[in-house]
């Protein structure tokens, strides 16, 4: 088993910005929640809301997607092709995907890549709130000890040095992944 984090990592970008984008351009009336979005991230920066908060309140717009379900779909028919080919080539049927981005907007991308094991944020898609915290950093260690025990894995693949206590658990190597580039951890 290898694990691997999502977005800019076997993703080329971030899916969660991506499907935000895909929503403004086919559903423009969710731009009503721009002035509460741009207010909870100044409160981010400014270190009052926690990252978890923050995100919360920026996903407030799922309420005004319609048939969010569906437009989940529709937006991986079309995204679904910013996987990065490296990973198409060495990807086996059971890797482990663990990402901060929401789990149901990466289900049908990891169907679709005929893949079992996600752990990814638990964000409810009628309201965008979280049930426990963002699966960032060790939460994602946490997370993968309570839904997986103390599963192994070979390798460990990352855009992110936040994800350095999953790259710890690997037990051949880790890699950061930049861009197509694959480099060595340390």
């Known amino acids: 088993m290898n694990a691997y984090d999502f977005d800019k990592t076997i993703y080329n970008g971030d899916s969660t910005a991506h ?5 403004l351009k086919h559903q423009p009336w969710i731009l009503k ?3 509460y979005q741009g207010w909870s991230f100044l409160k981010y920066i400014l270190g009052i809301y926690t990252k978890t908060q923050f995100k919360e309140r920026f996903y407030k717009f799922f309420k005004s997607v319609n048939n969010i379900e569906q437009t989940v779909e529709e937006f991986w028919d079309k995204k679904i ?3 990065k080919g490296w990973y198409l080539e060495n990807s086996k ?3 482990l995907i663990i990402s901060a981005s929401p789990e149901f907007l990466l289900r049908p991308a990891i169907r679709r890549l005929k893949l079992e094991n ?3 944020s638990r964000v409810n898609l009628h ?3 979280y049930t426990g915290l963002n699966c960032w950093g060790d939460e994602k260690v946490k997370r993968l000890r309570a839904e997986l025990g103390d599963i192994e ?3 460990f693949y990352s855009d992110s040095l936040s994800d350095t206590p999953l790259a710890e658990l690997a037990k051949v190597e880790s890699f950061i992944v930049k861009g197509d580039k694959l480099l060595p951890w340390k």
């Open 153 to 155: 894995y070979d390798y």
């Open 33 to 35: 929640w721009l002035p």
């Open 127 to 129: 309201d965008g709130k």
């Open 81 to 83: 092709c910013n996987i």
């Open 118 to 120: 996600l752990i990814a």
């Open 93 to 95: 049927d059971d890797d």
């Open 19 to 23: 499907f935000y984008f895909y929503c």
